[in-house]
């Protein structure tokens, strides 16, 4: 059975794993970088392209390019492209598809099953939306697993006694904090929150601005009407901020950066690491609500926490460091690469569950007697007499979990009941989410108060919602297994999956077009320098090789590399092969 991978399909970045020799490792790209930018990008003559490439062409294609798709996971929002309306959901499959390829020529053969991560913050809306991206990518997704929790599990394994965690993660787009148990073979999330609008890019954006102003006054230039050379901004910024990691001053230098009736204007501008901190100490400051308030939900102190973990790449910046080294009294540990763990994590999950045929008991290797527990992120409740939240399952709660509740009827004679499901903390139901919503009907007619209706709240491993409500005079039972209507239905899953395929042998047929049409031009080539050389081959052999040569020449001619056909791409080979047959008597002299 092929391996299973672990995929932290991230904001700004996502990274693959897989074990070998019972270690996680991390499987490079085809451009082989560690991490893939999660960038998409469509250019004018309708080729897809992923990662890297993708996010180097912005610059020049901004209307075209799709940064940060994983925030509208989950959401209602379309993406339109040439007529065409694409999904959150499909977009993050083009991502998830180039993961798959990579890992498939890294470890050369089919792979079809991954564990994915999410943050811990992720709706249930949002974790569907993240399965269904997977399915229409071609894999089978064994499960989804909190990116904090997934963290905690790689370092769980280099920890043996029991201990409490604070795991501080702060990526691209996402800030997540979750406080971990480590202790007896069980990994669980005591309590988790963060700020799903909170990571790198705001980071990034505050020196944009800084930039930005500092142009207006000395080059009285709005760089914010010029959308080519703001991406060029934000590019340099965000490479200045990494820098500023590691030295004390970063230099911007961006030539021919604009134009306008005065002429060409350059930028050159130097950030100190102290100006970057004064820019960003109130991101940085936001940061510790969140902690603080893990620390409350689970009844701790900072002084109960044995460790603190670091997660995602913006926690390499030394102010962050530092303020969770404040706020916890802790150094924080690093001894894995925060862009990589995640991955790692999933990676081990996936290698647990497909040794115990899912059901995550059973393994064969380092991973071996660990449960991996976790909770809701957020309270599960029905709505009650009064527009009240009625509170079925409590924000925390470890999952897979199941809780039933006894209602009744509010009305005399009532013969049906409308069950609403909201997510969230709020006393009232109007101020939380609603996420599902169905009728109970066919109750036995009676006095207001006396049918009993038992409604139950079913949450799977991957953190999907069923709820049952059923009335125990009947047996009359009515479920809904929740799914906002923003994402997917079944058939638009099924007709993404085929698009998908399509697309991928559409881009395998482009590919060996083009390959065909550089080995016809390199077989030019030689067979001119070949003939130039040649002293023994007669002449009619010559002037049929010269024949061949020119019309495979010609129809060199009728190609371009960016938009080249099938047919032509065959004729290409055609002609090749026979001038190569042909050419084969030619005996160039050393
Ligand atoms: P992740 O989503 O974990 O890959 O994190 C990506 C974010 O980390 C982006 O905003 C990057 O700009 C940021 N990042 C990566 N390396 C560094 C670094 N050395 N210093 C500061 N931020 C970084």
New binding site residues.
Partial sequence: MSKVIGIDL????SCVSVMENGEPIIIPNSEGGR?TPSVVAFTKDGERIVGEAARRQQAVNPDRTILSIKRDMGSDRRIRIDGKAYTPQEISAMILQKLRRDAESYLGGTVTRAVITVPAYFTDAQRQATKDAGRIAGLEVLRIINEPTSAAFAYGLDHGQSQKILVYDL??GTFDVSLIEIGDGVIEVLATSGDNHL???DF?ERLVDYIVKEYRQSEKVDLRKDTAALLRVREAA?KA??EL?SQLKADIVLPFLTQDKNGTHHLEIAITRACFDELTHDLVDRTCGPVNQVMNDAGLTMKDLSQVLLV???T??PAVQEMVRRLTGKTPAKTLN??ECVAMGAALQGEKLSAGSGTGMTVSSAAKDVILMDVTPLSLSIETLGGISTKIIDRNTTIPARHSQIFTTAAPFQTSVDIKVLQGERHFARDNKLIGNFRLSGIRRAMAGVPQIEVTFEIDVNGIVKVTAKDLGTGNQQAITISSTSNMSEEEIRRAMDDAKAYEAWDRERKEAVEARNTAESLCFETEQALHKDKTCDKEQKRIIKDQLSALKKALGRTKPDSITKEQAEELTRLSSQLRESAASLHPEP
């Fill in positions: 991230g904001t700004t970045n991490t990526g691209g990571g790198g890019d990034d965000e901020k990494r990691s995602g790449g913006s390499r910046i925060p862009d």
